[in-house]
C-alpha cells in the first residue's frame, strides 16, 4: 500500500511569506504528527493528531505556525510570515492505534523549506 | 531538561562487529515506549525496533536488540553483525503515557554510525 506522502518536497520561499505543507496519511492511521528537523539535527516535535480529539499543538514554536486536520485524513502544516530560522525539513508521519502495540510512526519525505 | 540522552554524535565500527549506540531518558511516567529509528543518507525514517516499559524481555528484531535496563533509564540499541548500509544516523525516542492514550513522541539528538569495510 502507498506510504506517507508530503508535498511540495521542496519549498523555497521568501521571507514574510506564508506557506503551506501538505500531509497524506496512510489510509487507516488516526494518528499524525508533525516534526522539524534542522540540517544534521534530531526532530523536534510539532504537533499530533489523535483522531477526533483535540490536537496536542505543545511543540509548536509560536503562533506563526498552525495546523489542520481534515475529515482525520489529510494535514496542512501552516507557516506564516516565514522567518529564515523556519527553515529545516518539516517530517510529517502517521500510525495506527492499539492496545498494547508499539503503534510505531510511518514517515513521508519531508519537505524541505528554504526561506530567503 | 533532556528527555532523551544520546550522548555520542558520531561511532565508527568495522564490518562484521557489533555496535551499541547508547541512549538514556528521563520520565517519571510508569508507562512508556521507547524507539529507535534509522536515518540513512536519502533522509527517511525507519523504525526498528519498540520495548515497553511493561515488557519482561528486551526486544529483539533480526541483527537489532535492544538493551532495556529500567532502573538506570536507558535503552542502548545493539547492532550485531554490522553491514555497510546500516550507516546512517540512528534516533533514540520516547513515548510517555502509554495507559493514557498519550502519543506526543520525543526525539533525541541522534547518532551517526559510520561502518567500515
Known amino acids: 500500500g502507498a506510504g506517507v506522502s508530503q508535498s511540495p518536497s521542496n519549498k523555497v520561499t521568501e521571507k514574510g511569506k506564508d506557506v503551506e505543507l501538505r500531509c497524506d496519511p496512510i489510509?487507516?492511521?488516526?494518528?499524525l504528527y508533525w516534526y522539524r528537523q534542522s540540517l544534521g539535527q534530531g526532530l523536534e516535535f510539532l504537533i499530533y493528531?489523535?483522531?477526533?480529539?483535540?490536537?496536542?499543538k505543545s511543540g509548536l514554536p509560536s503562533d506563526r505556525f498552525s495546523a489542520e486536520r481534515t475529515g482525520g485524513s489529510v494535514s496542512t502544516l501552516t507557516i506564516q510570515r516565514t522567518q529564515q530560522e523556519d527553515s529545516a525539513v518539516y517530517l510529517c508521519?502517521?500510525?495506527?492505534?492499539?492496545?498494547?502495540?508499539?503503534?510505531?510512526?510511518?514517515f513521508g519525505p519531508g519537505t524541505r523549506l528554504t526561506v530567503l | 531538561a533532556q528527555k532523551i540522552t544520546q550522548t555520542q554524535p558520531g561511532m565508527f565500527v568495522q564490518e562484521k562487529e557489533a555496535v551499541t549506540l547508547d541512549c538514556t531518558y528521563d520520565?517519571?511516567?510508569?508507562?512508556?515506549?521507547l524507539f529507535w529509528y534509522k536515518q540513512p543518507s536519502s533522509g527517511e525514517m525507519i523504525f526498528l525496533i519498540y520495548?515497553?516499559?511493561?515488557?519482561?524481555q528486551n526486544a529483539t528484531e533480526g541483527r537489532y536488540s535492544l538493551n532495556f535496563q529500567k532502573a538506570r533509564k536507558s535503552a542502548n540499541l545493539v547492532i550485531s553483525a554490522s553491514q555497510l548500509g546500516d550507516s546512517a544516523m540512528y534516533f533514540c525516542?520516547?513515548?510517555?503515557?502509554?495507559?493514557?492514550?498519550?502519543?506526543?513522541?520525543?526525539f533525541g539528538a541522534g547518532t551517526r554510525l559510520f561502518v567500515k569495510a
Open positions: 508521519a502517521s500510525s495506527r492505534i492499539s492496545s498494547g502495540g508499539a503503534n510505531e510512526q510511518f
Open positions: 489510509s487507516g492511521h488516526t494518528a
Open positions: 493528531f489523535q483522531g477526533n480529539s483535540a490536537p496536542d
Open positions: 520520565t517519571s511516567d510508569p508507562s512508556y515506549g
Open positions: 520495548q515497553g516499559s511493561y515488557d519482561q
Open positions: 525516542a520516547m513515548r510517555e503515557g502509554l495507559h493514557t492514550g498519550g502519543f506526543k513522541t520525543i
